[in-house]
């Protein structure tokens, strides 16, 4: 590595990103032919926090600053090199190494680039890097996941009117990123306050998506081996507890958002061309993308089913519902009661629907008594009182596992997995087929290396 | 709450949010049914939501899981049997086309089941069929299992429901519906014996369609819309529906060639000698020549597959081409009123040497002549002469520009022919098909029978064709009741223009003379007198003796009308020109002989010969009836002294002056015809004596022959179908 380093020194800093990028492909691309999972030690990262970050190794040097447009061309050369590089494992441990944050002072730096990187691949279509990031999305703590979809969404929902259809049409080019591309925005809006209500582009974007194809919201799921405990700190498998938290909550955010904010949302001016004009018109927006969270769960159910998960599985975690019905109830006693008993109504009604399906699909994990006592404080509702008492005992209809809807024509294929975008940890590490079993206990194969 | 209850509930609110928030009022609806999964109202509303929006996957989806979890709803039969009975609909509107775009979602599992259970429930035979028929052709595997029984209940309905007709919905779905599944399944195996009955079947029902009559068409648009008649556009779209079917369901695209294709299968699964597919008709028949000619050869089993090979085989060349020809000439049979653009035809003797001064050329002698006039009788008819007919082949002409593809049309007339006597060649052959055509009631097809009489003609055997044309005239009859009135007269009377021609040809002039002016009161006038008999004059005639015998003649009043008028100068001249004296037939041929002026001048001249041989000649007709400025001038000159100072009595009763015992009159009276007899009508007599006496005769003539020729302009046609209409009884009775 140091003589790598002393040769690339001579070099100017984009000749010597390059050729960094080229050593460590040569490097991985060796080690991947004897070890199947390499580690990545600090020798690389430290080679790349220097020649690709710009992260003076002494102490006290001065920090090289690339010019906007250096920074451009070190843009295209890793755009290039994802590009230009066929096998997956390999872009996947340089890409793993490049944005893996250290929890060192390259990391603000590292975010950067990354967000301007995926922001370039958007915009050029890269799939390779779409991909990369995707995967990146999976195994980096969500707080740097919120970052990289708050650097996309001001690219491309605030700062040109209109260019969010550039970012709509990833949709086909890489399902797999849109996918927890959605999750991150969900996590990074949260609806706690009237700046965290996702802007009306980046709500219409994500419900045309998921009214297109319900099973987007799936893919990661769906190729990605089970664990039985979902590692915390993380992005979920799915964004369907974001999703939930965004129906339920909208009526009442909504209605807590202040006038004079509604109509002055900082970015409002600039996306209207194809935003949807008023806060009100987002709120059909919400009913349909509910109506596609229901669906969702209901494909769920068979999936769970098939991978014998049913019932296992919290894709709905419980603490997630518990903190949700804790905002709800803080939220309803917020608003003047009188005022907002029609947001009130329908965000309980929305809840007790989403739970109900989500307990009936088998991942959200809780049992009616349990559900009472987590609901104990929300103001009453006929259809939530309905689901916490769930359905009158009746015999039970012979033909029909309950609850249990089956495919009709083929057994669901789950989302295409096309080869080009192999499961996630198409690591060399991991038997390639049994990708979907379930294997209890055993860890999360990527770890974001420290 | 109770489930009730709560079921109520969700479904209620659900459809309280359908107007304002249809996606809220989904959510509700998926709420409800993962809460009470067994509830058939949730579903129900679900699907019909769904439904009313026409989302085809979606409702299909839903369809699914009501119809398997709930198929003891009485809603869901009625929701199956609507969306069956879209299926078998021909209806392009939106919401027939979402039904059956909402079946077509099922899997096939559950699509077969759909229809097995829609076919239960159906208690009419011919929407049950319909059904099956649904079911059969989506999943060929259910037709080992229904095609033979539903086949056979078809057949069984068409027995108890007594269809008069071999075209009927039944048949209809039997032979073009659901025996090409069966006879094309590999999996149905079936005996020869019952793949006969369905090849019978077929071929019955085939030909009645094809040769179906038009006035079933007339009707049926008469009954749906009477401006529809109004509007020619219209009129001349081909429209027949077979009652019981749909408009598209009647319709049968390309009938022959799908009788030959389920000829050909059977051939192939009953393992017939040759492939008759893909063969000309031609071909075919020589095939079966083949087959025939060794037919004797095998056992008792080899022998009927043969023999029913031949025969069918044969017999459907033999229909099909004899009702190409039969189609061709005359089309309104088929194609109904629109056919007015294609000439209809008849197939008649040839009578162009009528003008022929053959008389004088055979022989002087009067006993001689009549000799070969009674040879002529005998040789003229082959009745007597093997049926068969073998190496008679004569020539039939058409004029080109009366039928365009007169060669094929006459193949067609061959093969027909050829098939005919193939079928008739041998006598197991024979049994078999006059059994076919019993069952079948040929007896009653009136496009057969005018195939099978041309056919006699042709074969010169005119007995026999004699009393095919009174057995046709009696079809047409019937037939041409029910047709609209005053249509097409004359093609109707095909039979009589054919009677006179074969009894002309058997020496029976006074039967042809007699149809002749019978025939007269079809004829449309005027006919303009320029056209002539397109036949010619045979350059060639010289070089090749074989004239053509026959030829297909328009059947119109234009053609048709100087041929009779030849037929009937031909009946006359024979007597006209005997030694013994007969002025009436003279007269007659003389005003025949006006047509078509001057072809007959040898005769003419040949007539004032004999007029001037008697010295005197009496025919009182002569100027109600000749204007030929030519004869004229003759009969004048005639008079005069250079003329030979004849005397001609031709003026009306002039002839009284004369002696009593003048053929004409000794004829009458021995007929006992009723007609006013001059003799009887003392008043009359008593004027023509006085007028004769007062020497006014010469006078009269004169008179008479300037008024002639001031008739000269008079459209010849018009003064000769008046002659044979007034002088009706006196030409027969010339001939008596």
Known sequence: MSDIRLSLLRRDALSAAKEVLYHLDIFFSSQLQSVPLPIVDKGPVELLEEFVFQVPKERGSPAKRLNSLQELQLLEIMCNYFQEQSKDSVRQIIFSSLFSPQGNKADDCRMTLLGKLVSMAVAVCRVPVLECAASWLQRTPTVYCVRLAQALVDDYCSLVPGSIQTLKQIFSASPRFCCQFITSVTMLYDMSSDDLIPPPDLLEMVVSWIFEDPRLILITFLNTPIAASLPIGFLELTPLSGLIRWCVKAPLAYKRKKPALANGHPNGKLAKSSAPASDQDCQPLYSKLHLSVLQVLMLLQGHLTEKNLYGRLGLVPFDHVVSLVDEISRLSDELNPLNASQEVELALDRLAQALQVAMAAGTFLCTREDLRTVCSRLPHNNLLQLVISGPVQQPAHAALPPGFYSPIHTPPLGYPTHAAHPAIPAHPALPAHPVQTFIPGMAFPYRPIH | ?736
């Not at chain 2, 208690?123 to 229904?146: D, G, K, Y």
């Not at chain 2, 009969?635 to 002039?654: D, S, V």
């Open chain 2, 1 to 736: 709450m109770s489930a009730q209850g709560d079921c109520e509930f969700l479904v209620r609110r659900a459809r309280e949010l359908v107007g304002q928030d249809l996606w809220a009022a989904k959510a509700w609806l998926i709420t409800a049914r993962s809460l009470y999964p067994a509830d058939f109202n949730i579903q129900y509303e679900m699907y019909s939501l769904e439904r009313n929006a026409e989302r085809t996957s979606s409702a299909g989806r839903l369809l699914y899981d009501i119809f398997v979890n709930f198929p003891e709803q009485p809603v869901v039969w009625r929701e199956i049997s609507v969306i069956t009975s879209a299926l078998r609909n021909d209806s392009q509107d939106k919401q027939t086309q979402f039904l059956r775009g909402l079946f077509e979602t099922l899997p096939g599992r559950i699509q077969c089941e759909m229809l097995l259970k829609a076919t239960e429930q159906c208690f009419n035979t011919l929407e049950r069929a319909e059904m099956l028929l649904l079911l059969l052709r989506r999943f060929p595997e259910s037709v080992a299992q229904h095609g033979v029984g539903l086949g056979e209940s078809l057949l069984e309905a068409e027995n108890i429901e007594d269809q008069e007709s071999p075209v009927n919905c039944y048949r209809k779905l039997f032979v073009c519906d659901v025996l090409p599944l069966i006879i094309n399944n590999l999996d149905v195996r079936l005996p020869a014996a019952l793949l006969y009955k369905y090849l019978n079947k077929a071929a019955e029902f085939y030909i009645n369609y094809v040769t179906r009559s038009t006035q079933v068409e007339s009707q049926y648009q008469g009954a749906q819309d009477t401006p529809a008649l109004l509007s020619p556009s219209k009129r001349s779209s081909q429209r027949y529906i077979i009652e019981g079917l749909t408009e598209k369901s009647s319709h049968i695209a390309d009938p022959w060639e799908r009788v030959f294709k389920i000829l050909s299968v059977v051939g192939v699964r009953c393992e017939w000698q040759v492939d008759t597919s893909r063969r000309s008709f031609g071909d075919i028949l020589l095939k079966m020549k083949d087959v025939c000619r060794y037919i004797g050869n095998y056992d008792n089993e080899a022998h009927t597959k043969y023999k029913t090979q031949v025969i069918y085989s044969t017999m459907l060349v033999f229909f099909k081409n004899a009702f190409q020809y039969v189609s061709s000439i005359q089309p309104s049979l088929f194609q109904g009123p629109n056919a007015a653009n294609q000439i209809p035809l008849v197939l008649l003797e040839n009578v162009s040497n009528v003008y022929g001064d053959t008389d004088t050329d055979r022989s002087k002698h009067v006993h001689k002549k009549r000799k070969l006039a009674e040879g002529r009788e005998k040789t003229m008819s082959s009745d007597d002469e093997d049926p068969s007919g073998k190496g008679r082949s004569r020539l039939i002409t058409i004029h080109a520009a009366d039928l365009l593809n007169s060669v094929e049309v006459l193949e067609s007339f061959r093969l027909a022919r050829e098939s005919w006597e193939l079928l008739h060649s041998l006598d197991s052959l024979d049994k078999e098909f006059t059994r076919i055509c019993v069952s079948w009631k040929t007896d009653t097809w009136l496009w057969l029978r005018i195939f099978l009489t041309d056919m006699i003609i042709y074969q010169g055997q005119y007995k026999k064709a004699i009393a095919s044309l009174h057995h046709l005239a009696a079809l047409q009859g019937s037939h041409s009741q029910q047709q609209i009135p005053g249509q097409g007269s004359l093609e109707n009377q095909r039979a009589l223009i054919q009677l006179a021609a074969c009894h002309f040809a058997l020496g029976e002039y006074r039967f042809a003379c007699e149809k002749v002016l019978d025939l007269m009161c079809y004829m449309v006038l005027p006919i303009q007198e320029g056209t002539k008999l397109q036949e010619e004059q045979p350059k060639l005639k010289s070089k090749f003796r074989k004239v053509s015998e026959l030829k297909l003649w328009p059947c119109t009043s234009t053609a048709v009308m100087p041929y009779c008028l030849r037929l009937l100068l031909a009946c006359f001249k024979l007597r006209a020109f005997t030694d013994n004296r007969d002025d009436m037939a003279l007269g007659h041929v003389i005003v025949l002989l006006q047509h078509e002026w001057p072809r007959g001048e040898n005769l003419f001249l040949k007539a004032i010969n004999k007029i001037c041989q008697q010295g005197n000649f009496q025919y009182e007709n002569f100027f109600n009836y000749v204007t030929n400025i030519d004869m004229l001038e003759e009969f004048a000159y005639l008079r005069t002294q250079e003329g030979g100072k004849i005397h001609l009595e031709l003026l009306p009763n002039q002839g009284m002056l004369i002696k009593t015992s003048s053929p004409p009159l000794g004829f009458l009276q021995q007929e006992f015809i009723p007609v006013p007899q001059p003799s009887i009508q003392t008043a009359d007599r008593h004027h023509t004596v006085t007028r004769g006496i007062t020497k006014g005769v010469k006078e009269d003539f004169r008179l008479a022959m300037e008024r002639q020729v001031s008739r000269c302009g008079e459209s010849l046609m018009m003064v000769l179908h008046r002659f044979c209409i007034n002088e009706k009884i006196l030409l027969l009775q010339t001939l008596a």
